[in-house]
């Protein structure tokens, strides 16, 4: 496994994120730790999670999986990088209590509390705030976040789905606080075939010194070889995949997209992942294995090459934005 400093931090991560989202709905508690030992093994040392992930009646419960995993004992939690998030509803289905959901000072002590018990630990790694709260000041959030830290349950914190100006506005707030870091991360929607990122998000990371984490670095699995699943084994795309694969412009796309990889002997879902460790700014993509398999194959593209010629291929098929702000001039 190779390693990277997260943004500006002397936090040392791993160059893939292991994310747990499946834990739980998709992937049993025994699998679920089989996955996390071969990870930590594999020197995968980034877990991320978050406080929702078990969704509807069993919000809550992928945590309560990675704690018991920790319980285990065996060093699982000194070598582990844990990163959760706070935002979403946990209240119970219907109508909500209010106070229960985003980043008031009250919400983010109460959801911290429970995130602690449920994974078992004393500290957080990473707290992230898993979307932008319109309604709260940051410098209220800042306040809740300074009392954490000082209180040694938290080390540092991210954002997730932030905008640029957002990323901005938070860190100079923070300078201006004083005695706070400010974001040293973002956790963004960013693959080949979705680079929106690159206009403002990915820019405002790198001023700031954030650490670029890419969710969804297979499109929600349209860049894992979809066509030749459906070609070689019968198997049908489905749900978003099966979606975009419907419009006959993504159709082709895809298609180039596989013969490329094809000529060059690279399995589609592995040469996503490769070409976002080459970008700049990126730490490293989250990889949300359901099984043993998958991570296998995650882990190959770390010590995946990609060729000029395949990076330049792969740049006219999915053309970016181009850089900021020309790409919003000319």
Not at 39 to 49: C, K, S
Not at 241 to 254: C, E, F, G, K, P
Not at 288 to 304: D, F, Y
Request: aromatic content about 8%; some cysteine.
């Amino acid at each position: 496994m190779k390693y990277t400093q997260l943004g500006r931090t002397g936090l040392k991560v791993s160059r893939l994120v292991l994310g747990t989202m499946n834990f739980g709905p998709q992937t049993d508690e025994a699998d679920s730790h089989a996955i996390m030992d071969a990870a930590l093994d594999a020197g995968i040392n980034y877990f991320d999670t978050a406080n929702v992930y078990g969704w509807g009646e069993n919000k809550g419960r992928t945590e309560s999986i990675i704690g018991n995993w920790f319980a285990k004992g065996g060093d699982r939690r000194d070598r582990t990088v844990l990163a959760t998030k706070v935002y979403g509803n946990m209240g119970a289905e219907g109508a909500p209590w209010p106070n229960q959901d985003k980043l008031s000072a009250l919400n983010i002590r109460r959801a911290a509390e429970a995130s602690l018990k449920r994974l078992r630990t004393d500290y957080i790694d990473v707290y992230q705030f898993h979307h932008v709260d319109r309604s709260t000041p940051f410098e209220e959030i800042w306040q809740a976040i300074d009392v954490l830290v000082r209180q040694g349950k938290i080390l540092y914190v991210g954002s997730s789905n932030f905008p640029g100006y957002k990323i901005a506005q938070a860190n100079e707030i923070a300078a201006r606080r004083g005695g706070t870091i400010g974001l040293v991360s973002e956790q963004c929607l960013y693959n080949l075939a979705e680079r929106r990122a690159e206009m403002e998000v990915i820019p405002a990371a790198e001023e700031y010194g954030l650490g670029v984490i890419p969710w969804s670095p297979l499109n929600g699995g349209l860049l894992g070889g979809v066509i030749k699943k459906e070609v070689e084994g019968g198997r049908r795309a489905s749900g978003r995949s099966a979606d975009a694969l419907a419009n006959t412009a993504v159709r082709a796309q895809i298609q180039a997209y596989e013969d490329l990889l094809e000529k060059h002997g690279l399995e589609p879902g592995e040469a996503a992942l490769a070409w976002l460790l080459t970008r700049p700014g990126v730490t490293g993509p989250i990889v949300g294995p359901r099984t043993a398999e998958q991570l296998e194959s995650a882990l190959r593209a770390v010590e995946l090459e990609l060729s000029q010629e395949v990076l330049e291929g792969l740049d006219e098929i999915f053309p970016g934005p181009g850089p900021s702000p020309e790409a919003f001039a000319w």
